[in-house]
């Protein structure tokens, strides 16, 4: 089924209507998971999830932050160099598969602990011909090798998945016990060692933005590199120090997602 216009995202009245619409027809005619064509890339969609449910009525996901990163990309290449594109917290692999597709980078790794959101990762990488480019760590990244609890989301909205322990920063969860599982976590600079190439950075790890990126300092200082950084307000002023310290200047923000980039 085709999408609605994305200008009714932008009149409450039309965005409340097409969303109610899609959602019968979904739930009509179509299984808890199905295969809908967006964004010129396959995905397979799950009815409940909010980002899913977003790309099968109008379209699109966090498409003004996609934008974004590509013309950080072109800001960040060096030559003819495509930059390599890192998607840590990839959950379902939106942005691995765009990046992917867009044919703007080169490498494209994408890094994400959650089982559930893993497979829909792989069926998503696989659905779009890209299993042998782009390169899938299932992993969390933090500041150290370590196993991390992980409260996994609602159903509801997958990317709400957060560590519970004491390297996170600030999360808590009412998960019950048997709805939390224990992930590997690794530094990033102990997995990918490059020096003088460009790199787009998305993160997205509820809570654990600091850990992660104390994980891969030796990678940021060792190359130019563009950051998308989901933060929470009371996050901004110590990511953001921590960055400036490895030469990293803010470069705006698209609601909780912030910028940085180390060009001169």
Known sequence: MFAAPRSFQRVEPLRRLARGMWKRY???????????????????????????????????????????LRELAKIVAKGNQRPMFLDIGSHAGFYAVVMAKSGDFGRVAAFEPIPR????????????????????FPIALSDKKATLRFAQGPATNRGQAHTIDGLSTGLHSNAPQDQIIEVKAERLDDLISVRGIAACIKIDVEGHEEATLNGMLQFLKSNTCALQVELLPEAVAR?????????????????????FHNVN
């Open 26 to 68: 979904a739930r009509t005619l179509k299984p808890p998971f199905f295969v809908e064509k967006r964004l010129g890339a396959y995905w397979l969609l799950d009815q409940i999830n909010i980002i899913d449910r977003n790309l099968f009525c109008f379209g699109a996901w966090e498409q003004e932050q996609l934008d974004r």
């Open 117 to 136: 959101h893993l497979a829909m990762l792989n069926a998503n990488l696989l659905l779009n011909e890209l299993v042998e480019r782009v390169e899938v």
């Open 239 to 259: 990511v953001s120090e921590l960055l400036l310290s490895c030469g990293y200047r803010p470069q705006g923000n698209i609601g909780l997602d912030h910028y």
